[in-house]
């Protein structure tokens, strides 16, 4: 057995190798989406399929990974299957996955004959087919039209590319060549952590690399029952709301009741609608990833992130709400739902641990796509994620323009975006007066204008807060909401935030403008330095 020293200088190694991972696939992506958003994530698992080391990427992913692989495990493919140099994927959000343009690749790690763990990637690919460019169609009403659904299977068995399958892939996606090179480095990313991994239980032996991994869970899980044992017990409640689903104009509630109990904490989501007829619904492990995100950034001291974190906490969502949709409920815009559970779930903590949790972020992922068409028929993708401005503390004002709580995505340059496709970004930058009034102010949101240069382009849109705004604390007031607007020959027309396939032609201008967030404390004890500062900055109007 390690001594703690040697215990924890072995963590940090995974954690470093998840990290390596991370580079890997940064360096070597090809679509605009993963190279430069940065929408992708990488893990490590132990051999039972327990997450026990991650970069630092994305919460959605990250927290959401684990429960991903442990489901092709249990139902599709059980471990006894794997062999060296296999690499498993999957995408299909009811056997795993969480949505179809994110696929999910693992790769096992033996030595000396024995599995010792499992290296995983997660990619947003740029496109993979169904009734929108992108995969994020908004008015799909049933998973079969969000695009090519990949069940568990080996892409790659003993080292080897099964060219057959890559065909089929290739064959039903806008983008073949962007698909493939974000698929090659994944492949890469996974080489490298599997090659990492071995070295190191090398160096340790096969017994006591995973004796250690057990015990790395294990400390965490001590850490989070420490954690959640220093807040009050008691039951507290909050809700928010969805817009709509794009189907129907009617708000969808969301509502989570926290229960803390000693060194345990249970969050009830009973309380939540239905299952939308539109593409706005979340799997159990899409929702689980939101509550296990939210008991983390509360947490009064660091805990190294792993699934023994998640043991103390129990999710209570029953089959058939938006929370724990049913198949084949369509669920591109899953993102929708976990955003709106973070901002619920810190909302009712907010009642247990006053002074710890902001007011609400601006909680959507404002993901837009374009298809832009030429006049010989070439076709171009552009999958576009905007953020807004992060909630108001009790002691400073939100961050603007920030990406904030389930995400961790960077911007597509503009130049970038000009240099691949007939678009030109005619306007970028922070949204005057879209923070939330209070004595501290919420962060900013966006806006953000794309011209078409091509002859036609075909425009998606799956926004949200149009109609809740993020709600401000202590008396703070909501930021503002969403807009979106299409500008043709001089003449401005607003969107609702739900938009599927429109058709645009040369000239057009789409503009998007992000919520800011909410508001901490009455504006009325705002001080007159911050308010005159404000406004020379131009974070207000004069």
Same mark, same amino acid.
């Given at each position: 057995?390690?001594?703690?020293?040697? #215990?924890?200088?072995?963590?940090?190694? #995974?954690?470093?190798?998840?990290?390596?991972? $991370?580079?890997?696939?940064?360096?070597?992506?090809? /679509?605009?989406?993963?190279?430069?958003?940065?929408? %992708?994530?990488?893990?490590?698992?132990?051999?039972?399929?327990?997450?026990?080391?991650?970069?630092?990427?994305?919460?959605?992913?990250?927290?959401?990974?684990?429960?991903?692989?442990?489901? &092709?495990?249990?139902?599709?493919?059980?471990?006894?299957?794997?062999?060296?140099?296999?690499?498993?994927?999957?995408?299909?959000?009811?056997?795993?996955?969480?949505?179809?343009? $994110?696929?999910?690749?693992?790769?096992?790690?033996?030595? =000396?004959?024995?599995?010792?763990?499992?290296?995983?990637? *997660?990619?947003?690919? #740029?496109?993979?087919?169904?009734?929108?460019?992108?995969? %994020?169609?908004?008015?799909?009403?049933?998973?079969?039209?969000?695009?090519?659904?990949?069940?568990? #299977?080996?892409?790659?068995?003993?080292?080897?590319? =099964?060219?057959?399958?890559?065909?089929?892939?290739?064959? @039903?996606?806008?983008?073949?060549?962007?698909?493939?090179?974000?698929?090659?480095?994944?492949?890469?990313?996974?080489?490298?952590?599997?090659?990492?991994?071995?070295?190191?239980?090398?160096?340790?032996?096969?017994?006591?690399?995973?004796?250690?991994?057990?015990?790395?869970? =294990?400390? /965490?899980?001590? +850490?989070?029952?420490?954690?959640?044992?220093?807040?009050?017990?008691?039951?507290?409640?909050?809700? $928010?709301?969805?817009? @709509?689903?794009?189907?129907?104009?009617?708000?969808?509630?969301?509502?989570?009741? &926290?229960?803390?109990?000693?060194?345990?904490?249970?969050?009830?989501?009973?309380?939540?609608?239905?299952?939308?007829?539109?593409?706005? @619904?979340?799997?159990?492990?899409?929702? /689980?990833?939101?509550?296990?995100?939210?008991?983390?950034?509360?947490?009064?001291?660091?805990?190294?992130?792993?699934?023994?974190?998640?043991?103390?906490?129990?999710?209570?969502?029953?089959?058939?709400?938006?929370?724990?949709?049913?198949?084949?409920?369509?669920?591109?815009? !899953?993102?929708?739902?976990?955003?709106?559970?973070?901002?619920?779930?810190?909302?009712?903590?907010?009642?247990?641990?006053?002074? !710890?949790?902001?007011?609400? %972020?601006?909680?959507?992922?404002?993901?837009?796509?374009?298809?832009?068409?030429?006049?010989?028929?070439?076709?171009?993708?552009?999958?576009?994620?905007?953020?807004?401005?992060?909630?108001?503390?009790? =002691?400073?004002?939100?961050?603007?323009?920030?990406?904030?709580?389930?995400?961790?995505?960077?911007?597509?340059?503009?130049?970038?975006?000009?240099?691949?496709?007939?678009?030109?970004?005619?306007?970028?930058?922070?949204?005057?007066?879209?923070?939330? +009034?209070?004595?501290?102010?919420?962060? *900013?949101?966006?806006?953000?204008?794309?011209?078409?240069?091509?002859?036609?382009?075909?425009?998606?849109?799956?926004?949200?807060?149009?109609?809740?705004?993020? %709600?401000?604390?202590?008396?703070?007031?909501?930021?503002?909401?969403?807009?979106?607007?299409?500008? !043709?020959?001089?003449?401005?027309?607003?969107?609702?935030?739900?938009?599927?396939?429109?058709?645009?032609?040369?000239?057009?201008?789409?503009?998007?403008?992000?919520?800011?967030?909410?508001?901490?404390?009455?504006?009325?004890? !705002?001080?007159?330095?911050?308010?005159?500062?404000?406004?020379?900055?131009?974070? &207000?109007?004069?």
């Amino acid at each position: 057995m390690m001594d703690p020293v040697a #215990l924890e200088i072995l963590r940090n190694a #995974l954690t470093a190798a998840a990290a390596e991972m $991370d580079v890997t696939v940064w360096r070597t992506s090809r /679509s605009t989406v993963v190279r430069e958003l940065l929408d %992708y994530s990488t893990a490590i698992f132990d051999a039972n399929g327990e997450n026990i080391a991650q970069a630092a990427r994305i919460p959605q992913h990250l927290n959401s990974m684990g429960a991903g692989l442990l489901t &092709v495990l249990r139902d599709h493919m059980p471990a006894e299957r794997w062999r060296d140099g296999d690499v498993v994927i999957t995408n299909d959000p009811y056997c795993g996955g969480q949505h179809i343009p $994110d696929i999910l690749a693992f790769r096992p790690v033996f030595l =000396d004959g024995v599995r010792v763990a499992i290296v995983g990637t *997660l990619c947003h690919h #740029l496109d993979m087919g169904g009734m929108a460019a992108g995969s %994020y169609a908004a008015a799909a009403t049933e998973v079969f039209q969000e695009g090519l659904r990949i069940p568990p #299977l080996k892409l790659v068995k003993a080292g080897v590319l =099964d060219e057959d399958i890559l065909a089929m892939m290739r064959q @039903n996606v806008r983008r073949p060549e962007m698909l493939w090179g974000d698929l090659q480095a994944q492949l890469a990313s996974l080489a490298v952590g599997e090659g990492n991994i071995r070295r190191l239980a090398e160096r340790t032996g096969v017994a006591a690399f995973v004796d250690a991994c057990a015990r790395m869970l =294990d400390g /965490s899980e001590r +850490a989070m029952r420490a954690m959640i044992a220093r807040i009050p017990d008691g039951r507290y409640e909050f809700e $928010d709301f969805l817009d @709509n689903d794009g189907i129907s104009a009617d708000p969808i509630r969301i509502h989570a009741a &926290v229960e803390v109990h000693g060194e345990e904490i249970t969050v009830d989501l009973s309380g939540c609608g239905k299952q939308a007829v539109g593409p706005v @619904n979340a799997t159990l492990a899409s929702s /689980s990833s939101a509550v296990s995100y939210c008991i983390m950034a509360v947490a009064d001291t660091e805990i190294p992130a792993n699934a023994g974190c998640y043991r103390p906490i129990r999710t209570i969502a029953p089959e058939g709400l938006i929370v724990n949709a049913r198949h084949p409920a369509p669920v591109a815009n !899953r993102v929708a739902v976990t955003h709106r559970l973070a901002t619920t779930i810190l909302g009712a903590l907010h009642q247990a641990i006053p002074g !710890r949790v902001p007011a609400a %972020y601006y909680g959507v992922s404002y993901v837009c796509s374009f298809q832009t068409i030429k006049e010989d028929g070439e076709r171009g993708v552009l999958v576009e994620i905007e953020v807004g401005g992060s909630g108001a503390y009790d =002691d400073a004002d939100g961050l603007s323009g920030y990406t904030f709580g389930m995400h961790n995505n960077f911007n597509i340059p503009a130049e970038m975006i000009e240099s691949e496709l007939p678009l030109t970004v005619t306007a970028y930058g922070l949204l005057p007066g879209s923070g939330g +009034a209070g004595r501290h102010r919420g962060g *900013l949101g966006l806006f953000r204008e794309w011209r078409i240069d091509s002859a036609e382009a075909i425009f998606t849109a799956n926004l949200e807060r149009f109609t809740h705004r993020p %709600y401000g604390l202590e008396g703070g007031e909501p930021g503002r909401e969403g807009r979106l607007f299409v500008t !043709r020959e001089g003449e401005r027309t607003a969107y609702g935030s739900k938009v599927n396939n429109l058709r645009l032609r040369r000239g057009d201008v789409v503009r998007l403008e992000t919520s800011g967030g909410g508001g901490y404390g009455s504006p009325e004890t !705002r001080s007159e330095a911050a308010r005159q500062r404000d406004t020379a900055l131009g974070y &207000v109007a004069a």
